[in-house]
């Protein structure tokens, strides 16, 4: 069964690879067909929308925690009674979010600086991803949620990848070979997304019973939590968006720079959060019987982020610029301080899950969210300050000291003394990756004495040696470091509080 699990996680990953190769060439396209102002749109609509998860206000996690001890005592009855209110609330909330679309769309088209794009088309565009962001709340949500609970989160990452490659394929193709507008290209993606999102059905039906069939009366009890979840989202939207958006309304040629940054430093992150995740519901599960063994399986789950981050990293620092110039064109690169924040952020991002994943696991939303509110006013505070003077630096600059200032002190210390009684080791685990990155990249550079990739070919061959030195200082230095949890036992070593 752990053979099974682990063959689809990966499979899931390499669909979403699949999906990553073909944005990032969709990307390419829509500046090719329809200018870089129509993809600015598009990519500043996209994280606008993101901020319509508010409605939802982390319904889909809190119903995930409750089901955690009905799960750990066979309490089938209460898992369906909490799936059917999931469900019923998720509907709710699209309703609401479809109502809220459409004078968003009508003012935002108005308020970013347009040169060449028409109102029109601007808001047909903006109304168009919002109502592609609206669609899994329609369709998969409460049963990503439940297929999660069961352990096959890694079915609905296949499902994903599958439908999100298909629509973008078409897209691809609708681009290059129609004489269509991005606003019809973007309205024939949500009805394939409507129709494909059916597709959750079947593995529900097979794999969890019949949760679906039987009746009972809705339970709306996780409700109560997600006012402090909301505080949350807050922070984690102002970090991933608020760049964007100001960059948007303040200088728009810089959107689609930006955009193609933090695309390619998205990537390694979410594949590797993708795999970890599958364990979320493990994890939530063994805190409400055994601590220690749950410590062992965060350190494990940490050492493994650690160490696609000292690869991923490495080779992000070094490859990076060469990539967007050869992407899109040299006019989109930007200079070494501004890869290092983004480097900076990767790092935080490549570690940051597997402390939400321990927290969420033992419910401390509300002990945790004044962490968070700190955070997105530091960061909103300095990107206002930044944003004109040095724009992506500056935004960049705010996300990196509202992160360290503001989220991870707080976060970590509940999550080693609170839930683990641990001393905090994730300091070390940072100044770890940090270094053996630094260290990476100093051997490439030495060795390659200023070599610069001038074609696809060369580029791939920089990645790999890269990525070969990263693999190997990354593999001495997360072994040094966790040695202890990587073993069988590891769960086993004395308590130390």
């Not at 998860?53 to 982390?58: A, D, H, I, P, Y």
């Not at 940054?261 to 970890?276: D, G, Q, R, S, W």
């Not at 000291?401 to 503001?406: E, F, Q």
Request: charge should be positive; charged fraction near 15%; include cysteine.
């Amino acid at each position: 069964m752990k053979t099974r699990k682990m063959a689809g996680i990966l499979f899931g990953i390499f669909l979403w690879g699949i999906y990553a190769i073909e944005l990032i060439i969709r990307t390419a396209a829509v500046i090719r067909g329809f200018g870089s102002e129509a993809n600015a749109v598009d990519q500043s609509a996209q994280k606008l929308f993101n901020y319509f998860v508010l409605f939802e206000s982390g319904m889909s996690a809190a119903y995930l925690y409750k089901m955690y001890e009905p799960m750990a005592v066979h309490d089938k009855n209460r898992i369906i009674s909490l799936y059917q209110g999931l469900t019923k609330s998720m509907h709710k909330i699209a309703v609401e979010m479809f109502l809220a679309c459409i004078p968003v769309a009508f003012i935002y088209a108005v308020v970013i600086k347009r040169e060449t794009i028409h109102y029109i088309s601007a808001m047909l565009i903006i109304f168009l991803n919002g109502c592609r962001f609206i669609t899994p709340y329609l369709v998969s949500v409460s049963k990503k949620t439940i297929l999660t609970l069961y352990g096959y989160k890694y079915i609905a990452d296949i499902i994903d990848g599958a439908a999100n490659s298909v629509i973008v394929l078409i897209e691809l193709f609708l681009i290059g070979k129609t004489n269509l507008s991005i606003a019809q290209i973007l309205c024939i993606s949500c009805c394939l997304g409507l129709i494909l999102g059916t597709l959750y059905l079947i593995p529900v039906r097979l794999l969890c019973g019949d949760i679906i069939h039987i009746k009972k009366i809705p339970s709306f009890e996780a409700k109560r939590m997600t006012k402090d979840i909301r505080f949350h989202q807050v922070a984690s939207l102002l970090n991933s968006n608020i760049d964007i958006i100001l960059l948007s309304v303040s200088r728009l040629s810089l959107v689609t720079v930006y955009q193609a940054y933090e695309m390619i430093l998205t990537y390694p992150v979410v594949a590797t959060n993708k795999i970890t995740e599958n364990f979320r519901a493990e994890l939530g599960v063994i805190l409400k019987i055994d601590k220690k063994r749950a410590y062992a399986l965060f350190q494990k789950m940490m050492a493994f982020h650690m160490f696609v981050a000292i690869v991923a990293v490495s080779v992000y620092v070094v490859a990076i610029n060469p990539f967007i110039e050869l992407w899109l064109g040299r006019q989109f690169t930007i200079g070494k301080a501004g890869v290092y924040l983004f480097a900076v952020c990767m790092v935080h991002r490549m570690i940051i899950n597997v402390v939400y994943i321990a927290r969420d696991g033992e419910g401390l939303y509300a002990e945790s969210k004044y962490f968070s509110v700190i955070e997105a006013l530091v960061n909103l505070v300095l990107s206002v300050i930044l944003v004109i003077p040095f724009g992506i630096e500056g935004v960049m600059t705010a996300t990196v000291l509202a992160v360290h200032l503001g989220l991870l002190p707080g976060n970590v210390r509940l999550v080693f003394r609170d839930i683990f009684h641990r001393k905090n080791s994730l300091y070390l685990d940072y100044l770890t990756v940090i270094l053996a990155v630094a260290f990476s990249v100093g051997i490439w550079r030495v060795a390659s004495d200023g070599y610069a990739p001038a074609d696809w070919k060369q580029l791939a061959w920089t990645v790999c040696a890269q990525a070969g030195i990263a693999v190997v200082i990354a593999t001495i230095t997360v072994w040094g470091s966790k040695r202890r949890y990587l073993r069988r036992d590891g769960y086993r070593e004395r308590q130390t509080v």
